[in-house]
């Protein structure tokens, strides 16, 4: 079966840095990735959306990258904040139909 | 913004009792999920509807059961609640292209449910 991975370890920056999350995938073909950002107690949110036939993806602040052959998604924040803290899921899925989760990585901004 | 909602937002509850979690939405979308979030383990896809007569099977359906009883409102059930069912169920919906990316997920709130 499929397997996602994101840094399992807490990221912790500081402000005005660039923060870098990482989903690794292994066994799983995905035409689709997604990214969102769940704060503590909410539902996620969605971010960004990157096919597999797109290389980088931008949207303000935020920078998607996914290279199908190192079978890796990189998630950039740029020149972060502290209200940026939060957890960031990735999510796969190779229909477009149901999509499998990573287990997310959470990250602090230190001001 | 409570497009989509939740109720109950807690629940506590017995061994072996049924349970019902319900969502609705009134985002206008035909594709509704059902997933439960476990420390370590992630969110986890339960059951989704592509309608009202379409419902699927996800990862982990097995001590659980749905019904779509309108485009708007999809409800969970636990027929037996057991202790380890105890998390986070978040439901969400979804249009093919809503906000012009595919399949964009939007969640509710979440109810968390503790089986004793």
């Known amino acids: 079966s499929q397997k996602i991975e994101q840094n399992s370890e807490a990221l912790n920056i500081q402000e005005g840095k660039t923060a870098t999350l990482t989903c690794n995938y292994t066994?799983?073909?995905?035409?689709?990735l997604q990214w969102y950002r769940q704060d503590p107690g909410r539902g996620p949110v969605f971010l960004l959306l990157?096919?597999?036939?797109?290389k980088e993806k931008r949207k303000e602040r935020l920078k998607v990258t996914f290279d199908t052959t190192l079978k890796q998604s990189l998630f950039h924040i740029t020149a972060s904040q502290p209200a940026d803290s939060a957890t960031y899921l990735c999510?796969?899925?190779?229909?477009?139909?149901?999509?499998?989760f990573g287990t997310g990585t959470s990250l602090t901004v230190i001001p | 913004d409570a497009d989509v909602t939740q109720t109950p937002r807690n629940r506590i509850t017995k061994t072996g009792k049924r349970i019902m979690l319900e969502c609705s939405q009134t985002?206008?979308?035909?594709?509704m999920y059902w997933y439960r979030q476990d420390p370590g383990l992630g969110l986890r896809l339960i059951y989704y509807?592509?309608?009202?007569?379409?419902?699927n099977k996800g990862e982990i359906s097995d001590g659980y059961s749905v019904s779509r009883q309108a485009q708007a409102k999809f409800s969970l059930s636990l027929e037996s609640a057991i202790p380890n069912q105890t998390a986070l169920y978040f439901c969400?919906?979804?249009?093919?292209?809503?906000?012009?990316?595919?399949?964009?997920?939007?969640f509710g709130p979440g109810t968390r449910l503790t089986v004793l």
């Open positions: 969400a919906t979804s249009d093919l292209w809503s906000s012009g990316d595919y399949n964009e997920q939007f």
């Open positions: 066994n799983y073909s995905p035409a689709y």
């Open positions: 509807s592509f309608d009202v007569k379409d419902i």
């Open positions: 990157i096919r597999e036939n797109e």
């Open positions: 999510a796969l899925s190779n229909t477009g139909n149901q999509f499998y």
């Open positions: 985002k206008g979308h035909d594709r």
